[in-house]
């Protein structure tokens, strides 16, 4: 005999069916947890372990990317202004080292030439008007060897008497030197020379000078300077060496 069933009330039903919603809810809720989980955990394995240039890395590293490039940026800058300087720092270094060898040159121009001009007041110091015993005179030649080899500059002082009209006077120098055991006597200019004769336009006083190169292996021991007046002797000076 089969049983009836039982009849449920309202409030029964009511329970029912709220636990119902409940269950379906639970459900729902824990399959969209698991999918939200499941989705994230993907994506932390695709920008973990996926290509070396994908998206999440990306999105993370921008912030760093653009750090890293202003400071890029900031050390060209610094670069560019420190290469700047430094072409500045060199250029004015430049500049002091070669007004340094000009100005040193010139102290030593200027050194040289006030030493001559020493020499030349002590001479006229002690020169006594009409004491020349001829109309010219030659004093005080010096011979020096020069840095180059075989080579000699020489220098005088060319006087003249007063109230005598401008001459103008060709030097020639005679250099005795010895070589391979003979004694040779050098002219310079040589007779019959291309070169322009160094000519002195002498008035009242002057100085001369030049320099001439003996053959190599030679030993000077002496040297003479001649000046003539259309070929006409008018002074000469002997240095032994």
Do not use: C, W
Not at 39 to 46: C, D, E, Q
Not at 179 to 203: A, C
Request: aromatic share 8%.
């Amino acid at each position: 005999m089969l049983k009836r069933k039982s009849k449920l009330s309202f409030r029964d039903r009511l329970h029912l069916a709220r636990q119902r919603r409940r269950n379906l809810s639970f459900i729902y809720f824990s399959l969209g947890l698991f999918l939200g989980i499941s989705i994230l955990f993907s994506l932390l394995t695709y920008g973990a372990y996926g290509p070396q240039e994908n998206f999440l890395r990306n999105l993370f590293k921008i912030d760093e990317i653009k750090e890293l490039s202003d400071k890029l940026t900031s050390s060209r800058e610094r670069i560019e202004a420190l290469k700047l300087e430094l072409e500045r720092s060199q250029e004015l270094i430049k500049l002091d080292q070669g007004a340094r060898s000009k100005m040193s040159l010139l102290i030593n121009n200027l050194e040289s030439e006030n030493a001559r001009l020493k020499e030349d007041l002590a001479f006229f110091e002690d020169f006594v008007p009409g004491s020349l015993s001829s109309g010219v005179a030659l004093k005080r030649l010096q011979v020096q060897q020069d840095t180059v080899a075989n080579l000699y500059n020489y220098r005088a002082l060319v006087l003249q008497e007063a109230k005598q009209p401008t001459v103008v006077l060709n030097p020639r120098i005679l250099a005795t030197v010895i070589q391979n055991n003979k004694q040779t006597t050098l002219i310079f200019p040589e007779p019959n020379s291309e070169d322009p004769p160094n000519k002195i336009e002498l008035k009242r006083f002057a100085r001369v000078s030049g320099s001439f190169a003996i053959p190599q292996g030679a030993k000077l021991i002496e040297v003479e300077l001649r000046l003539y007046e259309s070929e006409i002797l008018q002074a000469q000076a002997l240095v032994k060496l």
